[in-house]
């Protein structure tokens, strides 16, 4: 069983909608939580990065964490085309290079 | 120009032929990886370094090598290549100070027939 699992999707949804991706993990050493985008034909590309639990937030993108749950979310506001892309949860522990990735979800914003 | 480049972008070639993928980068990073991405699965850790000296296999490393041949370049290798080994191949380096965050290079399709 992966440590870190992610729905695949895919998902679509109207412009402007707000866009839910949730992945679960059973690893309780994991301290640090990323999500990535991935653009067809391109490298993931590193989006949001928190540690322990909580949220954070960047411009339409906020990231939250529950640790007592092992549930990571990442939550896209105003979506707009551009944020069509395949989504990659992935955490690791602390001083452990290792990242555990979930599979992805690819997700469609129509205009 | 990119930080951390993979050659070639593509390639097609038939089983039992040795296959070399290259990366460079200009991050300055002592860390680099391999991982291959496979639909479904995500991505995995293939080999990994910490310098120059330093390799370690990841969790697929069956069928494959690596040489790290100076700090900026990481080059993995399919010394039989077989179909199963179908797959995006991506190279990744990272800063240990800044605590795991690892940037991506643009992959390597590789098909093999």
């Known amino acids: 069983q992966k440590e870190v699992e992610q729905d695949p999707g895919p998902l679509s949804v109207p412009e402007g909608a707000i866009v839910s991706l949730n992945c679960t993990y059973s690893?309780?050493?994991?301290?640090?939580f990323m999500w990535y985008r991935q653009y067809s034909r391109k490298g993931p590309e590193l989006l949001m990065y928190?540690?322990?639990?909580g949220n954070k937030e960047d411009g339409r993108f906020t990231a939250q964490v529950d640790k007592s749950s092992k549930y990571i979310s990442l939550f896209i506001r105003d979506s707009q085309p551009s944020d069509s892309a395949t989504y990659l949860c992935?955490?690791?522990?602390?001083?452990?290079?290792?990242?555990?990735f979930g599979a992805g979800t690819t997700v469609t914003v129509r205009a | 120009d990119a930080d951390v480049t993979q050659t070639p972008r593509n390639r097609i070639t038939k089983t039992g032929k040795r296959i070399m993928l290259e990366c460079s980068q200009t991050?300055?990073?002592?860390?680099m990886y391999w991982y291959r991405q496979d639909p479904g699965l995500g991505l995995r850790l293939i080999y990994y370094s910490f310098d120059v000296k330093d390799i370690n296999k990841g969790e697929i490393s069956d069928g494959y090598s690596v040489s790290r041949q100076a700090q900026a370049k990481f080059s993995l290798s399919l010394e039989s290549a077989i179909p199963n080994q179908t797959a995006l191949y991506f190279c990744?380096?990272?800063?240990?100070?800044?605590?795991?965050?690892?940037?991506f290079g643009d992959g390597t399709r590789l098909s093999i027939l």
């Open positions: 991050k300055g990073h002592d860390r």
């Open positions: 990744a380096t990272s800063d240990p100070r800044d605590n795991q965050p690892q940037h």
């Open positions: 928190t540690y322990s639990s």
């Open positions: 690893n309780s050493a994991f301290q640090y």
């Open positions: 992935a955490a690791s522990g602390s001083n452990d290079y290792k990242l555990s």
